[in-house]
């Protein structure tokens, strides 16, 4: 069973960058796809990228497009997604998630996800 925890969020000024970590254990993380999601307060959990096992694949939601970046490293069992020119409507807490569903493919969605993070909370505020 695959367990993956988040770190890197907190509170940072419009137009300021973060880095979020995700890092797996009990399972091969290059088995899976993994996606970054969020969820801000009284609003559903918003899919932003998802990068396929090997890295060679990698997708955007147009509201993260050109800002964020989703990369990982299977030799750490690590996945990161690099926040940039963070905006106040970013604030939210943000999970990562590995699914066995390629990412990219028509089956990719937030319900196929197998496994979750707990999240770490984003604030972008001045």
């Known amino acids: 069973q695959l367990q993956l925890v988040e770190s890197g969020g907190g509170l940072v000024q419009p137009g300021g960058s973060l880095r979020l970590s995700c890092v797996a254990s009990?399972?091969?993380?290059?088995?899976?796809?993994i996606g970054w999601f969020r969820q801000a307060p009284g609003k559903g959990r918003e899919g932003l990228a998802c990068?396929?096992?090997?890295?060679?694949?990698?997708m955007y939601a147009d509201s993260v497009k050109g800002r964020f970046t989703i990369s990982r490293d299977n030799s750490k069992n690590m996945a990161y997604l690099q926040m940039n020119v963070l905006k106040p409507e970013d604030t939210a807490d943000y999970y990562c998630?590995?699914?066995?569903?390629?990412?990219?493919?028509?089956?990719?969605?937030?319900?196929?996800?197998?496994?979750w993070g707990k999240g770490t909370l984003v604030t972008v505020a001045s």
């Open positions: 998630a590995a699914s066995m569903v390629l990412c990219g493919s028509s089956a990719w969605s937030r319900d196929a996800m197998d496994y």
């Open positions: 009990g399972d091969t993380l290059s088995y899976y796809s």
């Open positions: 990068i396929s096992g090997q890295g060679g694949t990698a």
